[in-house]
């Protein structure tokens, strides 16, 4: 029945593209976290009480309130919040009595009535608490004037043409841009911003044709992870054929301008659960014009239902590159498909690294010749390649292991561009094509560059570089001369220079030195007083934390509060070790790393005492509701974002099955044991002194999905734990993250802000 209305909703959207296209997506997300039951048999006092509990609100707190304000923030008693049911499931788990009492609330809210109604009574709580707190407009006023800037895309560039989104400002979603000549006149060519009436339709993602003739481009509905593909054509702006579905995490890799590899799970029966976990993820072969009834297998692994497929083309057209994953984990085995000279239907699938045991990159392809970055006896990453027509010589070192880490590398005209991460600084080197070294190019102050797309024989390439206190601007780079110019420089609402960035180091419990962002404004800085301050954190699945623009957090640092980031372990950001150091049987150490970083921040005078915030996204969600319960005296206010909160059946629900690499199993005792001890639903103290908490999440997240967070929540408001709130926000029609029209994210941004301000005394001086 649901996946009947995601289709039909699907189908109605994507035809609907004939009368207009559209173009790239402006994100953010809102998650939360779930947990079980402690040993209390209290129930919230439902609805009415809640309601009628609203006035209550404002009055101040008495004895010792938590928080840099002192005793005038506004707390909120436990019969505020609404009912929710607790049922006696108790689960028997490697000789230990587990109790679920909120599985209830596992059901899907868009088929069940119970738990819908659940949650707008939690909406209802959070959005009477949120509406009160005195900083909330002021914080909606200052991002949308921080989110209305010009920006625009990394560009690329297909055969004359140019592409690349543009936003006004404001704009629900940024549009598809095409130029003839990097000089040539612009032409809108996809604009999602009318695809729908509450902008929840975006374009997820889009690429050209070699040619530039077409390009195909993914719909992404709702926050869903779920793609429709069509194809545009260029010189028309006429939509061709007819929509690909269930799309999911795929690449669109071209084969000349007939069509192109996408990789799609099979079409869900009726009757079957939408977050059930998927399986057999295929790559297909979609020709322009044609129905996707009529799409060619081209490769698929039904004796391994678990493995997933993404295809991705060589630039000269020659071999398509398969790579397979088993996970999240940075492993994959990699086929190679000869196309030149064959038709679709005749291609052969061939393995090149059988073994789903290290990670592969392609990087470029040149006749026979493959490039790749691997960390294949290299934690740090290098360069290797290997000719296809003598397997048997096997790989050769381009660019060995250096001392940082090697993020990426392109082959732009006839020689390399190499990035690596250096203390907190992007820096690209090149080299020609047998590796020898040439000009560095190092960017000033602590940023990150990306993009430096192109192909062989391109001698020009494109880069962004951002920071915390820098909005994203695009550069050109001419490969002859060396010069650097300004593409597309956004204009600010601030002086990036009031600002001051830095890296410092930490001591972990183990005495591990870790490193962290800090930004403040620079006379805050010099005065030397301890500021209210924001802890961000992730430390998973080999993800590295850069520095990055943000409107929400500029708002924050605007206020006079302090921004500080975490690069703990589990992360990618020193290789294969420091991911290695924060996962599995090694989880705590991401905890004690992040614990250790608000310990840091107020032992040095940075984080006012009493007015720490945290917050984290996703893993991060996980890792801000493991340390609260952890730590729950360190932390005035916390905001756990779409969170992985009950980690003994995390593996159960739609992507969740994909990152048992990183948690390990929970049907293996050693690993079960391990998840028990830090599962944020399950270690919700049964009393105590908790910090304020805003859980947030999307009511559309299919990745993770939401009850992790409805459960989470539950277990919080029904333990004695003090009467600082502990609130729920999901936002309907929203996902993971991607395709939230901005009035959303402004919303959104404006109560998570107001909420940790209150608690930590920030606003206080607006």
């Known amino acids: 029945m649901v996946w009947e209305m995601i289709r039909k909703r699907s189908l109605h959207h994507v035809r609907g593209l004939r009368a207009g296209l559209s173009a790239a997506v402006l994100a953010c997300t809102l998650a939360a976290a779930a947990s079980p039951a402690v040993a209390d048999d209290h129930e919230a006092a439902g609805a009415a009480a809640a309601a009628a509990a609203l006035p209550d609100f404002g009055r101040p707190a008495t004895g010792?309130?938590?928080?840099?304000?002192?005793?005038?923030?506004?707390?909120?008693?436990?019969?505020?919040?609404?009912?929710?049911?607790?049922?006696?499931?108790?689960?028997?788990?490697?000789?230990?009595?587990?109790?679920?009492?909120?599985?209830?609330?596992?059901?899907?809210?868009?088929?069940?009535?119970?738990?819908?109604?659940?949650?707008?009574?939690?909406?209802?709580?959070?959005?009477?608490?949120?509406?009160?707190?005195?900083?909330r407009e002021h914080f909606a006023a200052r991002i949308r004037t921080l989110f209305d800037f010009e920006r625009y895309g990394l560009p690329r560039k297909a055969g004359s043409?140019?592409?690349?989104?543009?936003?006004?400002?404001?704009?629900?979603?940024?549009?598809?841009?095409?130029?003839?000549?990097?000089?040539?006149?612009?032409?809108?060519?996809?604009d999602p911003n009318g695809w729908s009436t509450d902008g929840s339709l975006a374009l997820a993602q889009w690429e050209p044709s070699p040619s530039g003739r077409y390009v195909a481009f993914a719909e992404q509905e709702a926050g869903s992870d779920w793609r429709t593909l069509r194809v545009v054509d260029v010189a028309s702006g006429r939509v061709l054929g007819a929509p690909v579905l269930w799309a999911n995490d795929t690449e669109i890799a071209w084969v000349g301008d007939e069509g192109f590899l996408y990789s799609r799970f099979p079409e869900p029966r009726v009757g079957d659960d939408p977050r059930s976990p998927r399986f057999n993820k295929a790559v297909w072969f979609h020709r322009v014009g044609t129905a996707q009834d009529e799409d060619q297998?081209?490769?698929?692994?039904?004796?391994?239902?678990?493995?997933?497929?993404?295809?991705?083309?060589?630039?000269?057209?020659?071999?398509?590159?398969?790579?397979?994953?088993?996970?999240?984990?940075k492993r994959n085995a990699v086929h190679v498909v000869q196309l030149e000279g064959r038709k679709a239907g005749q291609w052969k699938v061939q393995p090149l690294?059988?073994?789903?045991?290290?990670?592969?990159?392609?990087?470029?392809?040149?006749?026979?010749?493959?490039?790749?970055?691997?960390?294949?006896?290299?934690?740090?990453?290098?360069?290797?390649s290997i000719d296809l027509a003598r397997p048997a010589d096997g790989w050769k070192v381009v660019?060995?292991?250096?001392?940082?880490?090697?993020?990426?590398?392109?082959?732009?005209?006839?020689?390399?561009?190499?990035?690596?991460?250096?203390?907190?600084?992007?820096?690209?080197?090149?080299?020609?094509?047998?590796?020898?070294?040439?000009?560095?190019?190092?960017?000033?102050?602590?940023?990150?560059?990306?993009?430096?797309?192109?192909?062989?024989?391109d001698f020009e390439t494109f880069y962004q570089y951002t920071s915390f206190n820098r909005p994203p601007a695009i550069y050109r780079m001419d490969l002859r001369s060396g010069a650097i110019a300004p593409f597309a420089v956004p204009k600010m609402a601030f002086d990036p220079d009031d600002y001051e960035v830095e890296q410092r180091q930490f001591p972990s419990r183990d005495g591990t030195m870790v490193p962290l962002y800090l930004v403040r404004k620079r006379v805050l800085a010099k005065a030397g007083k301890p500021l209210p301050t924001l802890l961000y954190g992730y430390g998973?699945?080999?993800?590295?934390?850069?520095?990055?623009?943000?409107?929400?957090?500029?708002?924050?640092?605007?206020?006079?509060?302090?921004?500080?980031?975490?690069?703990?372990?589990?992360g990618g950001e020193f290789g294969r070790e420091w991911h290695e150091a924060g996962r599995r049987l090694n989880k705590q150490n991401s905890f004690d790393d992040f614990i250790a970083a608000g310990e840091y921040l107020i032992r040095e005078g940075i984080a006012a005492k009493g007015g720490l915030a945290v917050q984290g996204s996703s893993n991060g969600g996980l890792l801000v509701g493991a340390v609260v319960n952890q730590r729950p005296d360190l932390f005035a206010a916390a905001n756990p974002d779409v969170g992985v909160m009950d980690m003994l059946r995390f593996d159960r629900f739609t992507s969740g099955r994909f990152w048992v690499d990183d948690y390990g199993r929970p049907d293996r005792e050693e690993d079960w044991r391990v998840l028990r001890s830090y599962s944020p639903y399950?270690?919700?103290?049964?009393?105590?002194?908790?910090?304020?908490?805003?859980?947030?999440?999307?009511?559309?997240?299919?990745?993770?999905?939401?009850?992790?967070?409805?459960?989470?929540?539950?277990?919080?408001q029904a333990a004695k734990i003090g009467d600082r709130p502990h609130l729920l926000r999901v936002e309907p029609r929203a996902g993971h993250g991607a395709g939230k029209p901005v009035e959303k994210i402004i919303g959104a941004g404006a109560d998570v802000l107001a909420f940790l301000s209150h608690w930590t005394g920030l606003d206080r001086g607006l």
């Not at 500029?554 to 703990?568: P, R, T, V």
């Open 64 to 135: 010792e309130a938590r928080g840099a304000g002192g005793a005038d923030r506004l707390l909120l008693p436990r019969d505020a919040y609404p009912r929710t049911k607790r049922d006696p499931v108790v689960e028997l788990m490697f000789g230990q009595r587990v109790a679920d009492p909120y599985r209830w609330l596992e059901a899907d809210p868009r088929s069940d009535a119970d738990v819908a109604a659940w949650i707008g009574q939690q909406n209802g709580v959070a959005a009477a608490y949120l509406g009160g707190l005195p900083a």
């Open 161 to 190: 043409h140019y592409f690349y989104t543009r936003n006004t400002g404001l704009q629900n979603q940024s549009a598809l841009w095409v130029r003839k000549g990097v000089d040539g006149k612009q032409r809108l060519l996809i």
């Open 399 to 457: 660019m060995g292991e250096r001392g940082n880490t090697l993020e990426g590398a392109r082959m732009i005209g006839d020689r390399f561009l190499l990035s690596y991460l250096k203390d907190g600084q992007s820096v690209a080197v090149m080299t020609d094509r047998r590796g020898r070294p040439g000009k560095a190019i190092t960017l000033n102050g602590i940023g990150t560059a990306s993009g430096f797309g192109g192909r062989p024989g």
């Open 682 to 716: 399950h270690n919700v103290a049964a009393t105590g002194d908790y910090p304020a908490i805003l859980v947030t999440t999307g009511e559309n997240d299919d990745r993770v999905v939401p009850a992790h967070s409805f459960k989470y929540v539950a277990a919080l």
């Open 297 to 329: 297998l081209v490769h698929a692994t039904p004796d391994h239902p678990e493995w997933g497929h993404k295809a991705q083309v060589t630039s000269d057209g020659r071999w398509a590159v398969i790579v397979s994953e088993v996970s999240t984990d």
């Open 540 to 570: 998973g699945f080999d993800i590295s934390l850069t520095p990055g623009y943000s409107p929400v957090r500029m708002a924050w640092l605007e206020a006079g509060g302090a921004f500080a980031l975490a690069n703990i372990r589990g």
């Open 353 to 384: 690294v059988p073994d789903i045991a290290d990670h592969w990159r392609l990087i470029a392809g040149l006749g026979n010749r493959l490039w790749f970055l691997t960390d294949r006896g290299a934690p740090l990453y290098h360069l290797v």
